[in-house]
């Protein structure tokens, strides 16, 4: 199963210290209900793999408009996007915001490639495929 984020990409924020305990940083927790809805209204009714899944996460970022044509022709075609945010942080908010939706927990997630280049549009781009029988 694929399905698309629209939107820029964003790494999964720390829990923060406030007054009254820890707290879901609001740019973490609204970035995680996009997710959601976004695999929700794209595969309804959808009953969580149950089993071991691999995931595939590409982050496409936009070309910085101070690039000239051909550095910004030669982003394009390359995986090398060095930015933040880290990719285990993009990875760690796409599989916590599927926990109880597109499998049962984001610990059955046993094989995990994720990605992060330049592209036209900025975008996540999730393909889960659950492993085995």
Known sequence: MKFEIIGKP??????????????TPTKTANYE??????????????????????AKITA?????KSYSKKKRAEALTRIDYTHKPDFDN???????????LAYID??????????KNYGEQEKVIVELEKIGG
């Open 90 to 100: 993009i990875a760690k908010i796409i599989l916590d915001s599927l926990n109880g």
């Open 33 to 54: 209900t996009l997710v959601k809805w976004t695999f929700a209204n794209e595969f309804k009714n959808f009953k969580p793999i149950e089993g071991a899944v691999k």
């Open 106 to 115: 984001d610990s059955q997630v046993s094989c995990l490639l994720v990605f």
């Open 10 to 23: 964003i790494g999964k924020g720390r829990p923060r210290l406030g007054k009254y305990g820890t707290y």
């Open 60 to 64: 496409v970022f936009t070309v910085p």
